[in-house]
Nanobody, 124 residues
Framework: QVQLVESGGALVQAGGSLRLSCAAS????????VGWFRQVPGKEREFVAG????????LYSDSVTGRFTISRDKAKNTVYLQMNNLKIEDTAVYYC?????????????????WGQGTQVTVSS
């Protein structure tokens, strides 16, 4: 069993930066693929970024490529999402999710564990 807790969400101006954290409990977290998703009211939760257990491979949605970076610190059982050059359309609740696998997937249903979410609001 893995429990995930997100933090770092805040109100920020367009063009600014934030770093989200996803802290995990459970000794097997290092063997988990971790994904970041986001959701706005009335829309489906969408894939943002994912990272393999080793941290060697990452995957991003087209909308965040070049602006967001996902990374993981195995010693701290934490995955980060560094978000730069934020845009108003990045406003959403951001969730981290985990699945015990080797390959990153964009498919929401493939993830078994979810955090409670953290709000990111980007203002003009």
């Amino acid at each position: 069993q893995v429990q995930l807790v997100e933090s770092g969400g805040a109100l920020v101006q367009a063009g600014g930066s934030l770093r989200l954290s996803c802290a995990a409990s459970g000794r097997t977290f290092s063997s988990y693929v971790v994904g970041w998703f986001r959701q706005v009211p009335g829309k489906e939760r969408e894939f943002v970024a994912g990272i393999t257990p080793s941290g060697g491979l990452t995957l991003y949605s087209d909308s965040v490529t070049g602006r967001f970076t996902i990374s993981r610190d195995k010693a701290k059982n934490t995955v980060y999402l560094q978000m730069n050059n934020l845009k108003i359309e990045d406003t959403a609740v951001y969730y981290c999710a985990g699945r015990q696998a080797t390959a990153v997937t964009r498919t929401r249903a493939m993830y078994d564990y979810w955090g409670q979410g953290t709000q990111v609001t980007v203002s003009s």
